[in-house]
């Protein structure tokens, strides 16, 4: 079993995968009388038809170690995920090799901060690590197939460093 060593979230070394969506440097704009800090248009939401919806999801939260079997993707639209409680949770991204998944990295993002994933990237299911593993998810609405799913013949094992 391979070991898929956990890192902590940054946009850069998300990136290829989607947007890091979090708070980091000045507020675009300042609004309500001056009391609130937009911080401006965070993610790229793409969808190759449908439409944005949004949804909650409940998760159960995951324990470390963590066996990774498979990874999903979806190729109509990206998909926004925005923790509702205080804590991070674990992102496993992987990228294309010639339409299967490369080599899985795992991510813990800190306390407030979210990510889309673009459209097409695989990525690992909702994994929170503290309840309630409630988040608010914004992804494409419409007709048709939009998930592929991948099982690795030999699972991974993710682990904190």
């Keep these: 079993m391979q070991t898929i060593v956990i890192q902590p ?3 850069a070394a998300f990136a290829p995968f989607g947007d890091l969506i979090d708070c980091s440097g000045a507020a675009d704009k300042i609004i309500n009388q001056g009391l609130c800090g937009r911080f401006h248009d965070r993610a790229q939401m793409d ?7 949004i949804s909650l999801f409940r998760a159960e939260p995951r324990h470390l170690p963590l066996s990774l079997e498979m990874v999903e993707r979806h190729p109509e639209g990206s998909q926004a995920f925005i923790p509702m409680s205080e804590h991070g949770f674990l992102v496993i991204v992987a990228p294309d090799d010639a339409g299967k998944p490369g080599q899985p ?12 994933f673009h459209r ?5 299911v909702l994994t929170p690590l503290h309840a309630p593993g409630l988040f608010a998810v ?3 609405i419409g007709d048709g197939a939009n998930l592929e799913e991948h099982w690795f013949e030999t699972a991974f094992q993710v682990v904190r460093p």
């Design 138 to 140: 914004v992804d494409r």
């Design 120 to 124: 097409g990237t695989w990525h690992g």
């Design 47 to 53: 969808f190759a038809d449908g439409r944005a919806g």
């Design 105 to 116: 990295l795992a991510f813990e993002t800190a306390p407030g901060q979210a990510i889309n």
């Design 9 to 11: 979230m940054t946009a």
